[in-house]
């Protein structure tokens, strides 16, 4: 849609970075970039849509807790802010090893957001405007500022593009077609044909929300309840687990069955999904009721979590249960679940198309290729998640900081953190539908765990300036007790006394028949640092339950954790060995000509991101390291 002003006018304010959209990335970009001491703008077509969540009431989860936790350590806010606006908490695959542990909490939505613009008005060097950005203004290849729907131009060094879902988007359910962003807000309409005449490639892409229903028409006796945990854990290092021990509010399971599959087979020929009404392709591990009853015909269920949406109002999401089908086939699946026989709708489900980028036209940094100064983040990016969102608005607000200051530009490699992975996965990999985080992504997950997020990443935060001294400091004495309690364990030595026995009985665990060390017995599956106390008489006093939890860890994996890494050692190498910005491929003999393509097209930083990128094969890395003296 072609925007053209009425009349233009100059902001004469100054400033250098200016974030367009205010959903999970933007808030991070914009408080990364005024926090170290950028002044910035931050653009946002509704007040009320900073920081909304337009699908599911929660953040984290599989692999997506383990993104909350690293931008908590970078110096990020989303950990803090669900701290403080969490009902329910659960560490999910407790039953499975620490690599794939992973914090999930139900959020009071409103005052998630609530919360979030709070930071955001209060922020030093930052300040929000509700306004449609419709271009951004590039000179001689660079940033020089954007342009408004009012016509006001505003000058800026550099510009984060955080559109999430409402570039030229359209809600879709049944014959309904809305040019709408999510829950009815207005869409931003203009800004795609400024992206693509500045030779931005564009894909459509869909995702979609289920219906929130009444709570009051809901039979719960019909559920299975379910709890949070009983002891919470916080997803930000810096909040004490005593403050967030509250009393949870439930959530509930119950389940499809075949009278609900019949109800959607009857009526796929209504539904925009396999008519072609819906154009954009959507994401493939997290499908519609309609695509799970297509694509799974032989399964007989499939689970329904029923979470409410906040403590002050009766709307509860269907998990599980999105849909573009029409209101009134809506209804009657909805009927078919046990406990919803009577429900009664707030907001239909819908399906949501909008504009976003191939994302492999950026350098790792989130920064464009071809256009100085400019960044983008999010599901902007072709990405889905609140977590996904807000990890990479932080490392494209640093990114865009670190430019302006003349700083290095902060790249994590994918044996650093998960949003490494995430970022290495989107700007040299071939997405052609929403990509989401999983922890199978990772190859080196036993050392990307979210419990040591904090060791891995928080020395970088504090290097680039977002974590306190104090912080980084309280860090390294954490550290340091870790260490110093692992070498004691592994030098104490224990006999084959009545104590000793009696408590290896009382774990569960075969008695000695020799002495051993006590990090000898915490190698044991059944057996955990804080249960050896009562035959530990040396044990400091100020050891912490994090604290333990990394001795225990360290200690039952040593093994594992040196395999890999010896891995990373290896995967390292790759990494530092640096390809030419001006390397012309057509002079490397012997290269085939579809690696010759893809080399020339996505410009890979290093021989590592190189070999990524579909159609390089090894051989072809061979023949690069050979060209380049590696």
Partial sequence: MKFSASSVWENKDEYQVVVVGAGHAGCEAALACARLGL??????????????????PNIGGTSKGHLVREIDALGGEMGKVIDRAFIQSKMLNKSKGPAVHSLRAQADKKKYSNLMRQTLESQENLEVRQGEVVHVIVENGKIVGV???????????????????????????????????????????????????????????????????????????????????????????????????????SCWLTYTNEKTHDVIRANLDRSPLFSGTIEGTG??????????????????????????????????????????????????????????????????????????????QLYPTLEFRKIKGLFSAGQFNGSSGYEEAAAQGLLAGINAAMEIAGREQLILDRSQAYIGVLIDDLVTKENYEPYRMMTSRAEYRLLLRQDNADQRLTKIGHDIGLISDERYEKLLRKEKKIKEEINRLHHTNVGTSKEVQLLLDACGSTRLLSGSTLAELIKRPEIAYEQLEPIDSNRPLDITSDVMEQIDISIKYEGYIMRQMKQVEQFKKLEKRKIPEDIDYDKVKSLRIEAVQKLKKY????????????????????????????
């Fill in 603 to 630: 410009r890979p930083v290093s021989i590592g991101q190189a070999s990524r990128i579909s159609g390089v094969s090894p051989a072809d890395i061979s023949v690069l390291m050979v060209y380049l003296h590696c």
């Fill in 39 to 56: 002044k910035t703008l931050i653009f946002t077509v509704s007040i009320e849509s900073i920081a909304m969540m337009p699908c599911n």
């Fill in 283 to 360: 994401p493939r591990y997290c499908p519609s009721i309609e695509d799970k009853v297509v694509k799974f015909a032989d399964k007989s269920r499939h689970q329904v979590f029923i979470e409410p949406e906040g403590l002050e109002t009766n709307e509860m999401y269907v998990g599980g249960m999105s849909s573009s089908l029409p209101e009134d086939v809506q209804y009657t699946m909805y009927r078919t679940v046990p406990g919803l026989e009577n429900v009664k709708i707030v907001r239909n489900a819908y399906a949501i198309e909008y504009d976003c980028i191939d994302a492999r």
């Fill in 147 to 249: 342009q408004t729907y009012s016509g006001t131009i505003y000058h800026c060094d550099a510009v984060i593009l955080c559109t999430g879902t409402y570039l030229m988007a359209r809600c879709i359910y049944g014959d309904v077609s809305m040019n709408t962003g999510p829950n009815g807000l207005q869409a931003a309409n203009y800004l795609t044909d400024c992206l693509k005449e500045l030779g931005i490639v564009m894909y459509r892409f869909k995702t979609g929300t289920p219906a929130r229903i009444d709570k009051r028409s809901i039979d719960f006796s019909k559920m299975e309840e379910q709890f949070g945990d009983e002891k919470i854990i916080p997803f930000s290092f810096t909040t004490s687990p005593d403050d967030v021990q509250i009393d949870q509010e």
